[in-house]
């Protein structure tokens, strides 16, 4: 257990690292000077001004001094300040990513519950008409992008019926977009949950529950779901970090103020240093989710375990 | 086979050790279906017997010839759909199992009816410790609280000779061995004190001298309890090891019953003279080299496409145009002795 905790911290540690230096190499990924693109929507700015900002983001560095910079500053908590505004990255990340962590976690909830009870009463039924209907609908909710789902949610359930408020950032502006999000995961854990329960129960060790004579409930849920939850776990691990992906659209269709709505924001008006900072945030994010998923498959699954 | 060797035959005493026992389990005409592409098929045939007290009965037959689904259907553990149990009745404990709800089923499963399966190794599961697998059955039928009924485990654990069962218990199944997987099945299977305990091929999965282990401590735990085994096998070697009586099954019909000194010494039916003679036998006339095992032409018929007659017909040297006509019923030919065969008095016995 011990050991396979620390294999896994380690990879962990070895993708952020990659991450780090694929983030600060980011800038010299752009075509042309970065500077000059940066600057470009800003009237006025003397080539002197420009020289002035390279000095100051280390750009004339040669690229290992930069890195070598760079990983100094972020060891320190420093992620720089943005270039509009000039104010620190990680603030202004910190601040806005309870939002999209409130708005993932909800969408995860509703995918879980929606995707695990469907999936799972699916594969119980299997072959009957609500197997059918409830696979098809996950069939439809896989192929529906998140940005018209979003739209077409906005429309009816804000617009027209104005159940929910179009935009902005109390817990009722989290019902849309939360459910835009879960959805779409909701099917895909659906599908999963499904194939792995009527892969479980057609397992030795169900007939052996049974011919234990323990009751149904137990033979399902002592047995069936608790063998099959061990590769559909895997799966949430993956699903949340598509999900935070889904994220970045999903404030955007609905004005949610979170961290993805910022880095598109940040993208438009060629912020630098905002980006790097939200790419290294979301990948440690995404990391550490996966981290917590191992632990949970170890836990679940003895034969990882030892 | 000549008036002599007949007349001795009939003077041998059945060697069921429980001629005069209580019958625990009878099963009358009992006929399973199985809905396939090709239609239902009949995979259980209208096959009765009894099974006594303290007896370890063997039901033998090849693949496909409806034994594991005729214990199946005793236990109530048919899946259906595709299978329904078609007609018949099975008496246990004073009622007809056929007719009860799967929840009165599940009160007898585990308790008083249950039963081994033949792959150890995935007969369990694998996320749960051997400790909770064991005593969730104890806990269900005995009543006994979580500490109880884990001291009860232990016990069981000792009885089917697991070293070191208190630190065992935490174990998960990936941590034993097939032998051992299936001395735990045992345990499971004995610890609410069944009456009949139906074991499907529960060696065949497991090496030789593991299986002589097995087979011995099933009977010893038959001595120990008293309670009736009902060994669904194909190997004609475990019977002769360890049963009291035999039944042959072919294409979903008994063709042929009796104690296994009977059967063995003079078979009535040219099947089970088969499959006598596709047994290994060391010491057998002629040197090792030429020892050669006489193995069954051809293989049992799918269920969809019997033939007409004796099921067996087709594959047997006796076969004549009745055999091909008309069905043999079951008769007695000796004491405690039935087959379903026109041809009986020709056969010869094996060595």
């Known amino acids: 257990m011990d050991r396979y905790l620390l294999q896994r911290s380690l990879a962990a540690l070895l993708t952020i690292w990659i991450t780090t230096i694929a983030v600060s190499m980011l800038i010299h990924l752009v075509p042309g000077d970065p500077v000059q693109i940066m600057y470009a929507q800003s009237q006025g700015t003397t080539p002197e001004e420009l020289e002035e900002v390279r000095q100051r983001l280390g750009l004339n560095e040669p690229l290992v001094v930069q890195y070598v910079q760079y990983m100094g500053r972020v060891l320190q908590g420093n992620l720089g300040t943005t270039i509009r505004g000039e104010q620190p990255v990680l603030e202004l990340l910190l601040e806005r990513l309870p939002n999209t962590l409130a708005l993932a976690g909800a969408a995860l909830l509703i995918a879980c519950v929606i995707g695990l009870v469907s999936g799972f009463i699916a594969a119980y039924k299997r072959g009957s008409w609500l197997d059918t209907s409830l696979m098809t609908t996950a069939i439809l909710g896989v192929s529906m992008p998140h940005f018209w789902l979003g739209l077409i949610l906005l429309f009816f359930f804000a617009v027209r019926l104005q159940w929910f408020p179009v935009a902005g950032n109390g817990i009722e502006n989290l019902v849309l977009p939360a459910v835009t999000l879960g959805v779409t995961n909701a099917a895909i854990i659906a599908r999963l949950t499904r194939s792995s329960m009527i892969d479980v129960f057609d397992q030795d060790f169900i007939r052996t529950a049974r011919a234990k004579g323990l009751p149904k409930a137990m033979v399902l849920y002592g047995h069936a779901l608790r063998a099959g939850l061990v590769p559909i776990v895997t799966m949430i691990g993956l699903q949340f970090t598509y999900m935070m992906g889904g994220a970045i659209v999903v404030e955007n269709v609905f004005g949610w103020n979170g961290v993805g709505r910022m880095a598109i924001q940040a993208i438009f008006q060629r912020d630098y240093p905002l980006i790097q900072g939200f790419i290294l945030m979301f990948a440690c994010i995404v990391v550490t989710v996966s981290l917590l998923m191992d632990v949970i498959y170890a836990w679940l699954d003895p034969r990882i375990r030892y | ?351």
């Open chain 2, 1 to 351: 086979m000549s008036d002599v060797a007949m007349n001795d035959l009939s003077e041998t005493p059945v060697r069921t050790r429980a001629t005069d026992a209580k019958t625990v389990l009878a099963v009358e005409d009992l006929c399973t279906d199985f809905r396939t592409k090709a239609g239902s098929v009949r995979a259980v045939d209208g096959v009765s017997f009894e099974l006594k007290a303290g007896e370890i009965l063997a039901i033998v037959g090849e693949s496909g010839s409806g034994k594991s689904v005729t214990s199946l259907s005793i236990m109530g553990l048919i899946p259906e759909p595709p299978g329904r149990i078609a007609g018949g009745r099975v008496f246990f404990d004073g009622q007809d199992l056929t007719k009860l709800t799967d929840r009165q089923l599940q009160k007898l499963r585990g308790s008083s009816l249950s039963m081994i399966f033949q792959e150890p190794m995935t007969s369990l599961n694998p996320v749960l410790s051997i400790g909770r697998q064991m005593t969730e059955g104890i806990r269900q039928h005995l009543g006994m609280s979580a500490d109880q009924a884990r001291r009860h485990a232990v016990e069981m654990m000792r009885r089917v000779s697991i070293p070191a069962p208190e630190h065992r218990l935490k174990e998960y199944p990936h941590q034993f061995s097939g032998g051992m997987l299936q001395r735990i099945m045992i345990a499971i299977a004995m610890s609410c004190n069944p009456k009949v305990l139906i074991a499907d091929e529960p060696t065949t999965a497991l090496d030789v001298t593991i299986q002589a282990q097995i087979l011995e401590l099933m009977q010893e735990l038959r001595d120990m309890t008293g309670a009736a085994i009902m060994l669904i096998t194909h190997d004609m070697g475990v019977v002769a090891e360890t049963a009291d009586r035999v039944i042959v099954m072919y294409a979903g019909q008994k063709i042929e019953e009796g104690s296994v000194e009977e059967v063995f010494r003079a078979p009535r039916h040219p099947y089970t003279l088969g499959l006598l003679g596709a047994l290994p036998r060391l010491g057998q006339a002629g040197a090792v080299g030429d020892t050669e095992l006489n193995e069954i032409p051809g293989v049992v018929p799918p269920l969809t496409d019997l033939p007409p007659g004796c099921r067996f017909s087709d594959r047997c040297s006796y076969a004549t145009d009745k055999c091909r006509a008309e069905t043999p019923p079951l008769e007695t030919k000796r004491p405690g002795h039935i087959a379903a065969c026109w041809h009986s008095d020709e056969l010869e016995s094996p060595t």
